[in-house]
């Protein structure tokens, strides 16, 4: 008896251990979703861009600062690795409930540099332990809205929105804010927005060459 409980829980750490390799090597077809990259930010440590490149990231949208508060203090060395390499680039802004909008948008500007090659901007929509604030959706909307035409206006680009699914139940985006959506969902194409997503995090178990730990795996809808 203990001989067959001890094969079955072997049996089942195998699995464990195969699904779990399984999910650090995923990304979605590239037939079906040509266009795939990735997501960095200082908690991704160092990166070697040319080696990431070469594992097919086709572009890199890299962070910029979080709320008003704080830079990412990798921004610049990721910025200039990511032109080195002839990826295609862009930034983001953690947004938060806890600050005006203004300041947000002005840690923004003084980040990121003015550059027409760039990617259109993204706003990251998510809850967080360091805010806890979830003010009404009127003033969240009125808030991020000051952030879109701001941000807008410095980089000359519409931004995408990036909203978890917990924030989009909360506020409704996409039915408040006409911009693109970009969603999240491990393996499987979300549907939790009230308009269809362009972009898509696919993965944020992903491992892939040049990167120390996993990564935010995204595409493009084709």
Known sequence: MLGRIAGGLALVAVLALALWLYARAWAPSREQYPVQGVTISAADGAV???TLAAQGADFAYIRAAVGADRRDPAFAANWRGA???GMRYGATIDF???RLA????TRFITTVPRDN???PPVIRLAFTPE????????LLLSELNTLVNLIEAHAGKPVLLNVTEDFDAAYDIGGGINRTLWLDGNFFPPDYASRPWVMWTASDMRHIDGI???VRWD???P
């Open 48 to 50: 070697d861009w040319g």
């Open 83 to 85: 032109r080195a390499a």
């Open 96 to 98: 938060s409930p806890c």
């Open 102 to 105: 203004s300041d947000q948008a």
């Open 117 to 119: 090659a760039a990617l």
């Open 131 to 138: 805010c806890s604030a979830r003010p009404g959706r009127d």
């Open 212 to 214: 120390d730990g996993p």
């Open 219 to 221: 595409v493009v809808a």
